[in-house]
Nanobody
């Protein structure tokens, strides 16, 4: 499975962005069986889990720093997951990565993810 992110950019504090993550290639049996997560890596920092959606029950996870501002959603017909980011802050500046994993039980698990995208840069100016 190949993963591609898009939607990043340079915005001002308080603005919104919507990131997209598209899975392609051998998506088997269908995208609904994949758990998907968004991570981010800020300059000089480790990559951290931001949000995720579990395939089995569509439950979602959000890091405390983005709760009530970010929303993850999916369109299985398009093999796509979105991350709607509102009220952006300068501390949200990072490269955002999408990861997918077929049948993964929990997006919060430390088990390695199957596939990663190359990332999309989000820069929030103050």
């Amino acid at each position: 499975v190949q993963v591609s992110e898009s939607g990043g950019g340079l915005v001002q504090a308080g603005d919104s962005l919507r990131l997209s993550c598209v899975a392609s290639g051998t998506v088997s049996p269908n995208f609904s069986r994949y758990s998907v997560a968004w991570f981010r890596r800020a300059p000089g920092m480790e990559r951290k889990l931001v949000a995720g959606i579990n395939w089995s029950d569509q439950s979602t996870y959000y890091a405390d720093s983005v709760k009530d501002r970010f929303t993850i959603s999916r369109d299985n017909a398009k093999n796509t997951v979105y991350l709607q980011m509102n009220s952006l802050k300068p501390e949200d500046t990072a490269v955002y990565y999408c990861a997918v994993d077929r049948g993964r039980r929990s997006v919060a698990s430390s088990v390695p993810w199957d596939s990663w995208g190359q990332g999309t840069q989000v820069t929030v100016s103050s």
